[in-house]
């Protein structure tokens, strides 16, 4: 390996601590929204039960929320390992994908706070397409900058480009449905929030 190539490393291995630190934080914050109200007696233990009821709608936000940031992180992960080095556009891209992530927290209190409000689900449909556009932009530029190390399987790299532009018009049709029930909407995104997952965990460096 040359000493350019192990530049490259160095600061593509940079990169993937700087955004495993980010999506640790962002779950983190994610939790510290659990919190009962102040004045709940802890010695009241029905007292008790009826405020974690009432959280019921905080700890679905939670879940929601969380899906969305594992999953993300898992699937970064899977894309991450086909990299061999980055530019500087790069950066910039997973700088703003970071900044998107770190959204999450936000969208967790929003739609546990107003769970029956379009609005709140029609954000975080935003915040998912901002996600979209950013990893088409992302792939684009590791496919016409050669950053993917030479063994990386392209066919499935091109599957997830020719399919990111269909996955943003599932996301707006499912915060669109949030409109005609929230609770529909609630759940075709965490139905979606798995996609991720599924569609990075073919990539693979070809060893043949």
């Keep these: 390996m040359t000493e350019e190539e192990k530049d490259n490393r160095k600061v593509l291995e940079r990169l993937i601590m700087f955004n495993d630190a980010v999506y640790a934080i962002a779950l983190t914050l994610l939790v510290l929204e659990l919190k009962l ?4 007696s802890a010695k009241n233990p029905s007292d008790m039960v ?18 969305l940031v594992g999953g993300n992180w898992i699937s970064s992960i899977n894309i991450q390992q086909t990299l061999s080095r980055a530019n500087n556009s790069l950066k910039i891209e997973m700088v703003i994908y970071l900044i998107i992530i770190s959204l999450m927290p936000f969208c967790c ?6 769970p029956d409000n379009p609005t709140s689900y029609v954000t975080f449909g935003i915040v998912n397409l901002l996600l979209n556009i950013n990893g088409v932009f992302f ?20 599957k997830l480009e020719k399919v990111a532009p269909l996955i943003s018009i599932f996301i707006i049709a499912i915060a669109a449905s949030a409109y005609y029930s929230t609770q529909l909407s609630f759940t075709l995104f965490l139905l979606y929030n798995l996609v991720p997952v599924f569609a990075s965990r073919s990539l693979k460096i070809n060893h043949e």
């Design 37 to 40: 109200p102040e004045g709940v």
């Design 139 to 158: 792939l684009r530029d590791c496919r016409v900058n050669n950053l993917y190390h030479a063994d990386t399987d392209m066919v499935e790299i091109a």
């Design 50 to 67: 009826h405020h974690l009821e009432d959280m019921t709608p905080r700890f679905m936000a939670f879940l929601l929320s969380a899906i």
């Design 109 to 114: 209190n929003l739609i546990g706070t107003y």
